[in-house]
T-cell receptor
Framework: NAGVTQTPKFRVLKTGQSMTLLCAQD?????MYWYRQDPGMGLRLIHY???????AKGEVPDGYNVSRLKKQNFLLGLESAAPSQTSVYFC?????????????FGSGTRLTVV | GEDVEQSLFLSVREGDSSVINCTYT??????LYWYKQEPGAGLQLLTY?????DMKQDQRLTVLLNKKDKHLSLRIADTQTGDSAIYFC??????????FGAGTRLFVKA
């Protein structure tokens, strides 16, 4: 099993540009999440999804949009990138039955906005 | 609001034990986790403990939970150079909300 796959791994954007980060999981997990990781801070939840066709805001949703058109995919969009969105982005998933096994994370997307 | 605090750095010699500490403010967490992040990789779940437990041992890993003092620790016995990584404490506060600490970077000197 590949687990959680994120693409791209690295990206440099100019301020104002848009992009979509892709996340795919092959574990049939119901719940999916997008986090950002900044130096000296813990992971912060951007958006999450409890199932196909549903999304919800997390702790830091401003400037981001998400979509979950298929159960296995969770997309994170930046409509107009800002330097404050320079970060490492992680996608994660958990199964429906029991979340006490913690998250399965992807390897991350390192985004730099100049 | 909820907060999770960890020291930023820890340096140990190979073969010694490492103890990584975490303090938290929320007392309603059901599960408490330790994740490991190696360079360029995502977080990997190391172990977890239920809030009604005081200790959990898993091979070289020992997790201690002191609910009274809201203190969680991870002990790694016989620390190896491959244990060099960032270790995150995390609390499941319910409602799809997990609070992560800032991470402790463990350096293992050969």
């Amino acid at each position: 099993n590949a687990g959680v796959t994120q693409t791209p791994k690295f990206r440099v954007l100019k301020t104002g540009q848009s992009m979509t980060l892709l996340c795919a999981q092959d574990m049939n997990h119901e719940y999916m999440y997008w986090y950002r990781q900044d130096p000296g801070m813990g992971l912060r939840l951007i958006h999450y999804s409890v199932g196909e066709g549903t999304t919800a805001k997390g702790e830091v949703p401003d400037g981001y949009n998400v979509s979950r058109l298929k159960k296995q995919n969770f997309l994170l969009g930046l409509e107009s990138a800002a330097p404050s969105q320079t970060s490492v982005y992680f996608c994660a998933s958990t199964p429906l039955d029991d979340s006490n096994y913690g998250y399965t994370f992807g390897s991350g997307t390192r985004l730099t906005v100049v | 609001g909820e907060d999770v605090e960890q020291s930023l750095f820890l340096s140990v010699r190979e073969g010694d034990s490492s103890v990584i500490n975490c303090t938290y403010t929320d007392s309603s967490s059901t599960y408490l986790y330790w994740y490991k992040q190696e360079p360029g990789a995502g977080l990997q779940l190391l172990t977890y403990i239920f809030s009604n437990m005081d200790m959990k041992q898993d091979q070289r890993l020992t997790v201690l939970l002191n609910k009274k003092d809201k203190h969680l620790s991870l002990r790694i016995a016989d620390t190896q150079t491959g244990d060099s990584a960032i270790y995150f404490c995390a609390l499941d506060t319910g409602g799809f909300k997990t609070i992560f600490g800032a991470g402790t970077r463990l350096f293992v000197k050969a």
